[in-house]
């Protein structure tokens, strides 16, 4: 079976622009959060959404928005993208919500900005 | 605010030499506590998860403990491979939806 799918996986943007990186999650999981990987730290938190909703939301800005289709794949949309937003994104699939689940995430996507 | 501190940031051993990797969090409420391992480039990749109940939990050469009172965890590696080089990430799950605090990771080379 398939993984956790992302794309693109590398991305170069300017100041300014917006972005929309993609996740198709594991056949059969039906919640996808989102995370921001800054080099050299841990991941941060942004979206959980399960069955189309969400669920969760971290300490981000309303310049980063998501939502989730009814295949389940999920978007993340960043605009007025600042150089700080420079970063490693993470998808992460699981079965549900619940809070003991694993989480399954893909190998991201390079975000770069000039 | 919940925080996940590791240490050592990064360690360097030789092969076949065993390893115990630190982890301190505050998390509250607390409802779990995962190791995940990280390859340079790649998502991170689970290998344990312990909920507040358990002290231990093994995944071949990784054995993961927890002291839920004080608020630490451990993962011990034994007989390194070279393949094991990668950072090593203690995560602390709460109550809430998704909400998984990552620490910063110790990053582990394992020389021939």
């Known amino acids: 079976d398939a993984g956790v799918t992302q794309s693109p996986t590398h991305l170069i943007k300017t100041r300014g622009q917006h972005v929309t990186l993609r996740c198709s999650p594991i056949s059969g999981h039906k919640s996808v959060s989102w995370y921001q990987q800054v080099l050299g730290q841990g991941p941060q938190f942004i979206f959980q959404y399960y069955e189309k909703e969400e669920r969760g939301r971290g300490n981000f800005p309303d310049r980063f928005s998501a939502r989730q289709f009814p295949n389940y794949s999920s978007e993340l949309n960043v605009n007025a993208l600042l150089l700080g937003d420079s970063a490693l994104y993470l998808c992460?699939?699981?079965?549900?919500?619940?809070?003991?689940?694993?989480?399954?995430f893909g190998d991201g996507t390079r975000l770069s900005i000039l | 605010k919940n925080q996940v501190e590791q240490s050592p940031q990064s360690l360097i051993i030789l092969e076949g030499k065993n390893c115990t990797l630190q982890?301190?969090?505050?998390?509250?409420?607390?409802?779990?506590l995962r190791w995940y391992k990280q390859d340079t480039g790649r998502g991170p990749v689970s290998l344990t998860i312990m909920t507040f109940s358990e002290n231990t939990k093994s995944n071949g050469r990784y054995t993961a403990t927890l002291d839920a009172d004080t608020k630490q965890s451990s993962l011990h590696i034994t007989a390194s491979q070279l393949s094991d080089s990668a950072s090593y990430i203690c995560v602390g799950g709460g109550t809430s939806y998704g909400k998984l605090t990552f620490g910063q990771g110790t990053i582990l080379t394992v020389h021939p």
């Open positions: 982890c301190n969090y505050t998390v509250s409420p607390f409802s779990n």
């Open positions: 992460a699939s699981s079965l549900w919500t619940g809070t003991d689940q694993p989480q399954h």
